[in-house]
């Protein structure tokens, strides 16, 4: 029988992972990294940590109004999480107090470039302008403008 993935597990190592590149790594290139899960395999050797960046669209390209802040690009934080990989991994495990000690790998979070391409797509939507006088057709038709205005009857089928 095969042994599931404890969500606590993953959990305490997320937030071990965090909580370090937070307090006790001094790279540059890791310092609008979010990590957003974590995947520890059943026995503990092995942690898929998935990571956000910040989009370098978010800040200013004034070095006066960003006081010198420099969005890194997702090569740049690539690098450097695979660069203070090898120094986390026995920390976190002493800090998620797991016996054995899990080889870190780090990867975009996809759920994050699936959301923001959503966004994309909302944008282009153009708005629907309603037409003066008109009334929706049904609880889900908010968007759409009935045809004959005249047909106020409730019907069978149409919520009262």
Not at 9 to 37: I, N
Not at 82 to 96: D, E, K, M, N, Y
């Amino acid at each position: 029988m095969a042994r599931k993935r404890n969500p606590r597990v993953d959990k305490a190592v997320r937030e071990a992972v965090a909580d370090l590149v937070d307090s006790e790594v001094a790279d540059p290139r890791l310092a609008f990294v979010t990590f957003t899960e974590a995947q520890v395999t059943p026995d503990h050797e092995h942690a898929l940590v998935f990571y956000s960046t910040l989009d370098p669209g978010v800040l200013s390209s004034d070095p006066r109004r960003t006081r010198g802040d420099r969005v890194p690009t997702a090569a740049e934080v690539a690098d450097g999480l695979a660069s203070v990989a090898p120094r986390l991994q026995g920390r976190v495990s002493r800090r998620a107090k797991l016996r054995t000690t899990p080889e870190l790998t780090f990867e975009p979070d996809p759920v994050v470039e699936q959301a923001s391409r959503v966004e994309d797509l909302l944008r282009r939507i153009e708005p629907v302008v309603p037409v003066e006088g008109a009334q929706p057709t049904g609880e889900y038709d908010e968007g759409r403008v009935r045809d004959d205005a005249a047909d106020d009857e409730p019907t069978d089928d149409a919520p009262s």
